[in-house]
């Protein structure tokens, strides 16, 4: 957050550099099942981030001494690969990526049926790809498929998105310029269901009405965001049960013969 309200991000027309109005998000793919060992999977692009999210559990949880009799406990890696930023990153956690996975399995440990599964561990892996901002709220959009893909009881899915200040006014989903010389970057994460806000943090000042106006603008963008979340499940079924379908003629002819 450089602060630096002289950089112009957004034009006279209220056109942002990558032609975005305030209020507009960055394209959205997600598609879910899409690693084969994996338990559960998702695959998303918010713009150019490329986040991967795999899901292994409910399993034993390993040391036994993290093991809690009531519970389970949700165990998220946030890891953003060398090669997905412009300079190399150093392999390896750092500050950033265990603040990261720190609070994105918090947020799950709230919206998972952690109680139906004492003693086990859910652990959910987040590989960044290619990064330009807003790459926890990508991970955490894609890691809520995934656990929905392992088919793991949940109180709803939860999509995510930042909403930042820029020159200014408050814009939706900041990518990489806006997130660097921006005055404000707020991620957030909801559960669509309740309205809660499970996940959200500051970087940079807003005013209590900015705030206000990003909060909102943030819930509305997590809305469709889960339109689509619950679309690519609904893909992933549907191609399950054409699959199904077509080897089910198969087994009936091995039973008889
Ligand atoms: O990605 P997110 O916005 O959730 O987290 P951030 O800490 O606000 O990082 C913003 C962006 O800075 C990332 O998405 C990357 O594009 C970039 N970044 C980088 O280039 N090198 C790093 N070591 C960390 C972040």
Redesign the pocket.
Known sequence: MGGNSNIKLIDDNGIRIDGRRVDELRPIKIEAGVLKRADGSAYVEFGK?KVLAAVYGPRECHPRHMQDPSKAIVQCKYN?ISFS???R?RPGPDR?SVE?SKIISEAFEYVVFTENYPRTSIDVYIEVLQ???????AGLTAASVALADAGIPMRDLVPSV?VGKVNDQIVLDLQ?EE?NFGQA?L?LAIIPRTGEVILMQM?GHMTKPEFDKALEMGVGACKKIYALQKDALARRYAIEKVIDEAEEPAAEQTAEG
Do not use: E, L, Y
């Open positions: 981030n953003m930023v412009s300079d990153k950033r990261i990064a330009n901002a807003g790459t926890r709220c930042a990489k997130d970057d991620p970087d």
